[in-house]
């Protein structure tokens, strides 16, 4: 099982789609606060549907927390500041994979805690960025093909 990790998500709908692929695909959700909306706001419930129940969501009041009950996984960062592909890793069960909110990314102080982690998805160079709810898609299915779809 892999987890998906949301650093101060910002817009509901991307947060609700993320749930719902996490629940098709066996992946664990944890959502690191300040959150930018409330688990029971109407939009993020369209986008969830019925997949996940908001009790088995993960919630850290910080990244520090986090770390400190996810001491054994290996963590991987996604940016746009780095030139390591996300394709070049090969994924194990039990690694977590970390997006930033969807205006400014991970915060330097976390990049900076294991570069070698930091992973990117290629893009044209005229773009800043993807989609969060992309963005994490394109990496679950990655992880998730190199481990032939378990679940």
Known sequence: MFHIVLYEPEIPPNTGNIMRLCANA???LHLIKPLGFTLNAKTLRRAKMDYINL???NQYENFNDF???HQTCR???ATTKTKILYTDNQYLANDCFVFGPETRG?????LNLNPTNNITIPMSPASR???LANSVS???FEAWRQNKFKL
């Open 129 to 131: 960025s993807l989609n």
């Open 67 to 69: 770390l400190i009950n």
């Open 106 to 110: 991970l915060p330097a102080q976390i």
């Open 138 to 140: 394109i990496i679950t």
């Open 26 to 28: 066996n992946f664990v």
């Open 75 to 77: 963590i991987f960062y």
């Open 55 to 57: 009790e088995q969501i």
